[in-house]
C-alpha cells in the first residue's frame, strides 16, 4: 500500500540523542496515521510514539518526555527525535503508516543501539 524507507539509526551512548526519519512513498501522506514502534530481542513489539492526520501525538509511558514525534507531510516524512537515550531504549525501530480504515504499512525497521 505504501512503501516506508527508515533512516538515522545507528549506535548512540546513554544520555545522547539521535533523530529518525521515515521516508513514505504516497501521494496522500497527509490522510496516514503515522506510528514508531520498537522491538528488542526477545520481547514483543511496542508502542513508541503516533501522530494522527491533524497532528495529535501519543506516547508510550518509557518514552513520554525524553522522544517527539513529528511530521512533514510537504516531504511526506514521519520523525522521531529521541533525546536523553537510555540503554533500555536499544531495539529495532519500525515506522508505521495507517490509512482510516484501512490496513496498516510497515518498513523495514531501523537498529538503535545506545551503549557506552
Known amino acids: 500500500q505504501v512503501q516506508l524507507v527508515e533512516s538515522g539509526g545507528g549506535l548512540v551512548q546513554p544520555g545522547g540523542s539521535l533523530r529518525l526519519s521515515c521516508a513514505a512513498s504516497?501521494?496522500?501522506?497527509?490522510?496516514?496515521?503515522m506510528g514508531w514502534y520498537r522491538q528488542a530481542p526477545g520481547k514483543q513489539r511496542e508502542l513508541v510514539a503516533t501522530i494522527t492526520n491533524d497532528g495529535r501525538t501519543n506516547y508510550g509511558d518509557s518514552v513520554k518526555g525524553r522522544f517527539t514525534i513529528s511530521r512533514d507531510n510537504a516531504k511526506s516524512t514521519v520523525y522521531l527525535q529521541m533525546n536523553s537515550l537510555k540503554p533500555e531504549d536499544t531495539a529495532v525501530y519500525y515506522c508505521?503508516?495507517?490509512?482510516?480504515?484501512?490496513?496498516?504499512?510497515w518498513g523495514q525497521g531501523t537498529q538503535v543501539t545506545v551503549s557506552s
Open positions: 504516497t501521494s496522500i501522506f497527509s490522510i496516514y496515521h
Open positions: 508505521n503508516a495507517q490509512r482510516p480504515a484501512g490496513l496498516g504499512s
